[in-house]
Structures are given as structure tokens and as C-alpha cells.
């Protein structure tokens, strides 16, 4: 009879839990926040995840170097380290930007940081993580006024890594 009473409170318990579920306010669910750096390559709006760069560099001096890889522009010293800086516009199969000077580039990577530069810096924005969508074939954002195609910067560095070897 002990078992049977010990059975019937621990259902009485699971009942009462399971209605007072419903009194309480749901907890609301919020996505997650992405920043975006906003930047154009001849005229085409981008962005990069913040989340995906290593940093945001105002690039004061490249150092030219002779190399066979057409988007490379040159070097620049980091934190005590070389960095090799590739022509953004070049790696994403855009005309290389040539005369234009790269004024920002993204950092990419820890062991053996790689920058991609660029001349227009359009600023810094914020979506929820349901404001990235595919469109066709790649991936966009929009930034309230702007759809902006989306590098995947992780990607884009694999590949220049491999093509320079």
C-alpha cells in the first residue's frame, strides 16, 4: 500500500509541474546577433562576418614583393610578424584593383595570418542570424538598405593558401 501511495503523490507532483508549465512566461528565444563589415569591390556590395576575420587593419604601407601570384600586392608587419596582403577584388576573380589603393584589409587566420585588402570600407552592421539566406547559388545579407553578397573569408584563404604553395 506504501508503493501505491508513493506512486499516486509522484504523479500528483508530475501533474502539478507539468500545468504550472503553462502559467509561467514563455521564454522568449532570441537570435543570435551577427556584426558584418560592409565593403565594396568595384561597385559590388559584400560582407564579411566580424566573427570570421581575425581584424579590421587600416593598411598604411604595402611592401611590394616580387611574386608569381597576380593578387598578391605585397607584405605588411604585424604584431612582429609578416603578413602577406592579397588583392581581395583579384581572389574572388574580380579585376585586380591595380592603381587603386587598398586602404583596409581583413585578417585571416592564427597560425599564419593572411590579409585581403580592399579600397572602400562601408562600415559595420548587425543582423540576427535568420538575415543571411541563400540566394541562388551563394549566400547574402541584408543590411536594411542593401543586399550584400557574403565571402566566406575561411574559404577564399584556404584556397589563396593552396594556390601560392
Known amino acids: 500500500m506504501r508503493e501505491r501511495g508513493s506512486i499516486e503523490q509522484r504523479t500528483a507532483a508530475v501533474r502539478v509541474a507539468f500545468d504550472d508549465t503553462f502559467?509561467?512566461?514563455?521564454?522568449?528565444?532570441?537570435?543570435?546577433?551577427?556584426?558584418?563589415?560592409?565593403?565594396?569591390?568595384?561597385?559590388?556590395?559584400?560582407?564579411?562576418?566580424?566573427?570570421?576575420?581575425?581584424?579590421?587593419?587600416k593598411l598604411d604601407r604595402v611592401v611590394p614583393i616580387p611574386s608569381r601570384a597576380s593578387a598578391l600586392r605585397g607584405v605588411i608587419g604585424m604584431r612582429g610578424a609578416i603578413v602577406p596582403v592579397f588583392d581581395l577584388g583579384a581572389v574572388l576573380g574580380r579585376r585586380a584593383s591595380g592603381g587603386m589603393e587598398l586602404r583596409w584589409a581583413v585578417l585571416e587566420g592564427r597560425e599564419s595570418p593572411i590579409a585581403f585588402g580592399f579600397g572602400t570600407l562601408e562600415g559595420v552592421f548587425q543582423t540576427d542570424s535568420s538575415g543571411t539566406?541563400?540566394?541562388?547559388?551563394?549566400?547574402?545579407?541584408?543590411?536594411?538598405?542593401?543586399?550584400?553578397?557574403?565571402?566566406?573569408?575561411?574559404?577564399?584563404?584556404?584556397?589563396?593558401?593552396?594556390?601560392?604553395?
Open 23 to 57: 502559467a509561467e512566461k514563455p521564454v522568449e528565444v532570441r537570435p543570435e546577433r551577427i556584426a558584418w563589415i560592409a565593403l565594396r569591390i568595384e561597385g559590388v556590395p559584400y560582407a564579411i562576418a566580424s566573427r570570421d576575420t581575425r581584424g579590421l587593419v
Open 133 to 165: 539566406t541563400v540566394d541562388g547559388t551563394r549566400d547574402v545579407c541584408h543590411d536594411g538598405e542593401t543586399v550584400r553578397a557574403v565571402i566566406r573569408l575561411a574559404t577564399i584563404a584556404q584556397a589563396t593558401r593552396s594556390a601560392s604553395s
